[in-house]
């Protein structure tokens, strides 16, 4: 059965690095999502990405963070200065045909920030 | 503004018993509902998914039913295992935005014990 991979399943790094973290969504899949989710907390959403472009995005999507589909098959989160607070686990999401169909969820890129 | 509001916040069940989780929202201008079920430091796995002019979906053991109008759902979860020991989330998509987001509740963590 199909699924989204996520690549790495946990990235420790130092406060004030970039990461980039990798998603590949399920291949017939035309909508992409970034949620996150901190220890404890709900989860969050952070982006939505369509035809190449952000179709939405939350108010925790500032300017450190960017979405990218670099070539047919990823789709990248990168967070350019991170900060404590960025730790979480960060899912990544594909649906089919439209932004109403059912989201298929990754198993997610802890992430912690030292 | 959307809340999703999920209770109890745990739940623990003798093993072969019945049992129902709820889930409410605030807001009844939504396109559809899905439950998910997540296992500790894993990702989320799409139970069921709820169109707004539906009034149930069924899988096998389990049934979830939408009131609309009232801003409820049920996961009704039959003859419960030990494997169903995880944390339940339900998540609406709202109207507005381009795509929709999915806002998830905190969640019904569900222990099934032998």
């Known amino acids: 059965e199909p699924e989204v991979t996520q690549t790495p399943s946990h990235q420790v790094t130092q406060m004030g690095q970039e990461v980039i973290l990798r998603c590949v969504p399920i291949?017939?899949?035309?909508?992409f999502y970034w949620y996150r989710q901190i220890l404890g907390q709900k989860v969050e959403f952070l982006v939505s990405?369509?035809?190449?472009?952000?179709?939405?995005k939350s108010e925790i999507f500032d300017d450190q963070f960017s979405v990218e589909r670099p070539d047919g098959s990823n789709f990248t989160l990168k967070i350019r200065s991170t900060k404590l607070e960025d730790s979480a686990m960060y899912f990544c999401?594909?649906?089919?045909?439209?932004?109403?169909?059912?989201?298929?969820f990754g198993p997610g890129t802890r992430l912690t920030v030292l | 503004k959307q809340e999703v509001t999920q209770i109890p916040a745990a739940l623990s069940v003798p093993e072969g018993e019945n049992l129902v989780l709820n889930c409410s929202f605030t807001?009844?201008?939504?396109?559809?509902l899905q439950w998910f079920r997540q296992d500790p430091g894993k990702g989320l796995t799409s139970l069921l998914l709820?169109?707004?002019?539906?009034r149930e979906q069924t899988s096998g053991r389990l049934n979830a039913s939408l009131d609309k109008s009232s801003g409820r759902s049920t996961l009704y979860i039959a003859a419960s295992q030990p494997g169903d020991s995880a944390t339940y989330l339900c998540?609406?998509?709202?109207?507005?935005?381009?795509?929709?987001?999915?806002?998830f509740g905190k969640g019904t963590k569900l222990s099934v014990k032998p």
């Open positions: 291949s017939n899949h035309l909508y």
């Open positions: 998540a609406v998509k709202r109207y507005g935005g381009s795509q929709g987001n999915l806002i």
């Open positions: 999401a594909s649906s089919e045909l439209a932004g109403y169909n059912e989201q298929f």
């Open positions: 807001d009844s201008a939504i396109y559809n």
């Open positions: 990405f369509y035809n190449n472009e952000i179709s939405e």
């Open positions: 709820i169109q707004s002019s539906q």
